[in-house]
């Protein structure tokens, strides 16, 4: 007798595996090694569109689970991050680039609302909807448990960020993965992470740090 393989537990866990490693460290060892910076949002858009098949392919997911925890919005949470955020951009970019603060608002007062406005639907959306639902629910029977599955969850998401080469964005970018991860997966609630996401970019970005995640300042050590 036959055993159909797509019921083969063994099967299905190479399958994850091998969707896991193609998003989670292929495309962004990739995108830091041989494609330009300008590639980013291309990339980062093909990704979610995959990441939002896959998601929608999941057995047990729903789309408007994603709606779950918006009403109590806890915005003490979000508020206290935002200060944590704000207090150590400003230290850190008085340490390495001091110039560079709130210098968005010498480029651009409008540039400056349009990343406001922007950011959160166009870059923190669809990195949460890969990094969060996508990575938890649908690769769960592979993932490390608790405490270990937030730390490789972080520390992939700082990974996606390589193509900065930056260990600045490399280390924010881990810390804030692990806040986002923790709000997502401990407390239960995408739109808690998604505004804590929106929220810390856009600190970022008014304070200055901005000129860290800019493509146009990249230069590989290679």
Do not use: C
């Amino acid at each position: 007798m036959q055993v159909d393989a797509t019921h083969n537990p063994d099967h299905r866990h190479l399958r994850l595996w091998a969707e896991f490693l193609v998003l989670f460290l292929l495309t962004p060892v990739a995108m830091a090694l041989f494609l330009p910076p300008t590639a980013m949002f291309p990339v980062l858009f093909a990704s979610t569109l995959v990441g939002a098949i896959l998601l929608h392919l999941t057995p047990g997911f729903r789309w408007r689970d994603l709606k779950r925890g918006w009403q109590q919005g806890d915005w003490r949470t979000v508020i206290a991050f935002a200060l944590v955020t704000a207090l150590l951009s400003w230290a850190v970019l008085m340490t390495v680039l001091p110039e560079a603060f709130l210098g968005i608002f010498q480029v651009s007062p409008w540039l400056w609302l349009a990343i406001m406005l922007l950011y959160p639907i166009l870059s923190a959306l669809p990195q949460e909807v890969v990094f969060r639902p996508l990575f938890f629910r649908r690769y769960e029977p592979i993932l490390p448990p608790a405490r270990a599955g937030l730390a490789l969850n972080a520390a992939l998401f700082s990974l996606a960020h390589l193509l900065y080469w930056n260990w600045i964005v490399a280390a924010m970018t881990f810390g804030g993965g692990l806040v986002f991860a923790w709000a997502y997966e401990v407390r239960g609630s995408f739109p808690l992470a998604l505004a804590l996401h929106a929220v810390a970019g856009n600190i970022l970005f008014t304070i200055g740090m901005g000129v860290f995640f800019y493509s146009g300042n990249v230069v590989r050590p290679f």
